[in-house]
């Protein structure tokens, strides 16, 4: 090192400084965009896992709510006694000719090939061949007999038996097959208090059957069936979980039931098979998984109490093939895969045996990174489901290496970004430490000149006094200069801090870029109106001093506390205080950080009437949704926002009683989990359509703590 010259020490100082300072911060910058980046995919994965969630249990309450409904509509009452009388007369009525041979034709050539190919064994036609007289009429006549192939029987609305029994079901069932249309159910199922299924609207081999003795008597439909009989309650639903069904050659079936009562008689049970690809379709987003914001490889998926799956996976429905052939290549079973294949359906088929899913079982919720059913690393939300009768869980998630595609290709980009900046740096260094150097090879040139006798030289060599000078009237040059920058960046700043005071951070820099017309729409915001009651009143016994400082005080409290919860102040209109949540940087959870902004409002008003003996009051609106903002004005500019969702937030606060915060549905909608809301007419004379809840009392009264900023 002590033989390098001075011009190789000053680049290798300048080289070691410069780049471990750059590798430094590009690691830094890594790290950080990585977490935030992880951070942003769970609380987007979450999102969109609370919005399925919401979808599936409402479909399934709506589901519930409907068969409770036809359990008690009177058509279905007398129909099930109708079709229950009417088979009863079939128990004595003659066979027709050729009907037992007609039914052993159709179970050999049609139901059984069928049901062997996903049987795991060779099904036993005698187990499957009806018995009763009843049974073996009605399926030969509906089933059998039936003109229409498999997977249309419903289309015969009555066999020409000449039975009570046809008379019956031509007159209900084109209701019931309407009804399973329009409400996308898989069947429909009328049974009697003995188990008996009276009437389907499929007519598949469940048809007619007994279930407390006929081949299906331990499927998950008898056994549901059993449950609510045995439940003597009106008003009762049950579901029952997905298991193979035989009558539909082995599919996953799960079905919905409710008892049917004539005044305190049981006269039967409304059964339906559950639609596995509605649920599917609520599941996949109707298979537009990129327009739910899940990507290449993102997916919500049902999972039951036995770890098996109760949505088809998205990747299975996408590429069968390369589905199956990777879990071939993880060493999965051939047995599992052919079920799979068969099957056609990952459904109570695809273990997921993840972290994740064990903790939603135990009834936790929250987000981790997984390695998924697929062997696939993921990052996956999870959480239980609030489902009647099921015990199953929900999980979104996303594969990690897609996730991470933003930060793998920045992570590219510094590579190549640091590998320039060194480059240039060298050459920099290399050109600095020559320009650094050149003067003192002068004076060494000079000093040999002198010392070579050169005397001509020696008013340059006795430069000395004139080098001094020269530094020194440089020195006051750069002074002056730096006095002079020093002035203009104090000027710049003034500047800066009146503008970014005047007007939100991202229009001010587009201020500072020269433009001059500004006007945008901002989806998903929300906004804060809150009107403070009693200044006026106050201020009638102030001076103008007093009560520009009291309004002052409070103000800048309410600026301080937006600035903690992410709001950004639009402007004051006197007493008038309105803040946009989202504006300018936007928030997944806008609507909680803006009603924890109005609570701590409540609670700085409460502190402040208490330190200072004021008897103020506030009433605060806040409402969610889409804006216009811009800027208004010529020659005195000002900033400001307007639109529907503004003028609901105003209003809100207009009727707001003082003191509360009024929320619209959409506020509510979102934050019901998290807050206690009461529902208020407050809104009724000035806007009857709006639905207004109020942040009940017990909410509110935490607005003496302090609340975190998120």
């Known amino acids: ?123 036993n036609l005698p187990a499957y061949l009806p018995n009763g007289k009843a049974t073996r009429h009605l399926q030969y006549n509906y089933i059998a007999a039936n003109p229409n192939p498999v997977g249309k029987k419903q289309q015969l609305v009555a066999a020409r038996d000449g039975s009570t029994y046809s008379q019956v079901h031509g007159r209900y069932h084109p209701i019931f097959r309407n009804i399973v249309a329009r ?53 009762f639903t049950q579901l029952v979980d997905f298991a193979a069904y035989a009558p539909s050659y082995g599919t996953p079936a799960s079905f919905i039931a409710a008892p049917i009562y004539n005044g305190s008689t049981l006269v039967g049970v409304l059964a339906f098979q559950m639609p596995v690809d509605e649920i599917n379709n609520v599941m996949t987003g109707n298979q537009a998984w990129q327009k739910d914001g899940l990507g290449e490889s993102g997916e919500t998926i049902l999972v039951g109490q036995d770890t098996l799956m109760r949505s088809a996976s998205r990747f299975y429905l996408e590429d069968p093939k390369a589905y199956l052939a990777q879990l071939s290549s993880r060493g999965v079973k ?14 109570l088929q695809q273990p997921v045996t993840t972290p994740a899913v064990t903790k939603a079982i135990a009834g936790g919720s929250g987000t981790q990174q997984v390695i998924d059913y697929r062997g696939v690393p993921v990052l996956s939300s999870y959480a239980p489901l609030q489902i009647k009768g099921f015990d199953w869980v929900i999980l979104a998630q996303m594969d990690l290496s897609e996730a991470y595609a933003p930060i793998h290709a920045f992570q590219h980009q510094i590579l190549i970004t640091v590998t320039l900046l060194i480059l240039v740096v060298t050459v920099l260094a290399m050109a600095l430490a020559h320009l650094f150097v050149k003067p003192v090879q002068q004076l060494i040139d000079s000093a040999r000149k002198v010392s070579s006798g050169e005397l001509t ?46 007007f939100p951070a991202a229009i001010a820099r587009r201020l500072q870029r020269g433009e001059t017309q500004i006007a ?46 992410g709001l950004e102040k639009v402007k004051t209109i006197g007493d008038s205080y309105l803040a946009v949540c989202g504006l300018s940087v936007p928030y997944l959870d806008h609507d909680k950080r803006a009603l924890d902004f109005a609570i701590e409002m409540l609670g700085i008003l409460r502190r402040f009437n208490l330190e200072r003996g004021f008897d103020l009051g506030i009433q605060i609106g806040v409402h ?24 609901t937030a105003h209003l809100l606060s207009q009727v707001s009683p003082a003191g509360a915060v009024l929320v619209s ?46």
Do not use: C
Request: charged share 20%; aromatic share 10%.
């Open 665 to 710: 549905a959409v506020v509510h909608h979102r934050l019901e989990d998290l807050y206690q809301f009461e529902r208020t007419s407050a809104a009724a004379e000035a806007q009857p359509a709006l639905q207004v809840w109020r942040l009940t009392s017990t909410t509110a009264a935490a607005a003496g703590e302090p609340v975190s900023a998120p």
């Open 457 to 502: 030289s020696i008013p340059a060599l006795n430069s000395g006094d004139e080098f001094g000078e020269l530094a020194q009237s440089f020195n006051a040059v750069v002074q002056s200069l730096q006095t002079q920058t020093a002035l203009v960046d104090q000027k710049n700043q003034e500047n800066e801090k009146l503008l970014f005071s005047v």
């Open 334 to 347: 051939d047995d599992a895969i052919a079920r799979l294949r068969q099957y056609g359906t990952t459904i």
């Open 183 to 235: 409400f996308g159910y898989y069947d429909m199922f009328l049974i009697n208090p003995q188990g008996q299924i009276v009437y389907t609207v499929f007519k598949e081999t469940d048809y007619a059957t007994s279930l407390q003795n006929g081949p299906y008597k331990d499927s998950n439909l008898a056994q549901l069936v059993r449950q609510v009989i045995a439940s003597k309650e009106k008003g």
């Open 624 to 647: 969610s949704g889409d804006i216009l903002a811009g800027i208004v004005g010529k020659s005195r500019v000002v900033y400001d926002i307007w639109g529907e969702t503004v003028k």
């Open 1 to 123: 090192m002590n033989q390098l010259s001075i011009k190789s020490k000053l680049i290798l100082m300048l080289l070691l400084v410069s780049g471990f300072s750059t590798l430094f911060s590009a690691a830094l910058g890594y790290r950080s965009g990585q977490i935030n980046l992880t951070d942003r995919v769970f609380n987007q994965l979450t999102s969109v896992r609370a919005s399925k969630a919401y979808q599936i249990e409402s479909y399934f309450r709506t589901i519930q709510n409907h068969t409770q409904t036809l359990s008690e509509d009177l058509s279905i009452i007398a129909a099930v006694e109708q079709f229950d009388a009417a088979y009863r007369q079939l128990a004595t009525a003659p066979e027709p000719a050729g009907s037992g041979q007609a039914l052993e034709n159709y179970y050999r050539t049609q139901f059984l090939p069928r049901l062997d190919k996903i049987h795991s064994g060779t099904p």
């Open 520 to 565: 945008e729409e901002v989806s998903n915001v929300a906004v804060l109106f809150a009107d403070l009651k009693g200044f006026s009143r106050l201020v009638s016994t102030l001076s103008a001093h007093e009560s520009l400082a009291i309004l002052n005080d409070l103000v800048a409290s309410f600026d301080d506390l937006a600035e903690r919860f």
